[in-house]
């Protein structure tokens, strides 16, 4: 079975600081990625994905994620936050044999202060 | 375009009432999805169709009722809610069925049960 953890459910960065968000992932077999952000009252915009090419994901928004294997992680970082990254950030797993069937870690709630 | 839509965007109903929510999407996609979101949780996993058949039901109670009339539409068809299904439904859907496509999602329907 798949499951996601996501370390910290709130986040609060200064405004041009690095944003770093955890996760961690449990699968039996090579797992698909996901990091998702939702902004107030709208639904989830996909960030970027890990598809099992390059290990290091670079997404929109200046978002990027690292996949490692071995600590069984995918964290988001941005390098200079800016206030309209002020969202909750979903990452998912995805395992090809369950059906495209996503499984959420709780989010994290990222406040950005000026 | 990687725009799904969904109507209504607000929905009062009594526990009596029957109503209906509604997505489309027009990118030609094979698989779509309604999540339930609860607030400050993750989406949780309804309902998957692919090819217009269901194709993953996650136990939801018989008073949601999903319809896939054709490749661009779904709906969720509602009778005899609980005050405790209020929350935001989120439709998504993606190229195929499988794990490494993205699932994009609607800006959702927030549903309030009185």
Redesign the interface.
Known sequence: AQSVTQLGSHVSVSEGALVLLRCNYSSSVPP?L?W?VQYP??????LL?Y?SAATLVKGINGFEAEFKKSETSFHLTKPSAHMSDAAEY?CAV?????????T????TRVLVKP | DTE?T?TPKHLVMGMTNKKSLKCEQHMGHR?MYWYKQKA????E?MF?Y?YEKL??NESVPSRFSPECPNSSLLNLHLHALQPEDSALY?C?S?Q?????????????T?LTVL
């Open positions: 698909y996901f998702y009252n709208q639904g989830l915009q996909l994905k598809t979903f995805s395992e090809g044999a369950a059906g495209n069937k996503l959420f870690g709780g989010g | 799904v969904q698989a400050k949780k993750p989406p996993l998957v692919s194709s993953i989120l998504a993606s195929d069925q499988i794990g490494a496509d993205t699932q994009y999602f609607g800006p959702g927030r």
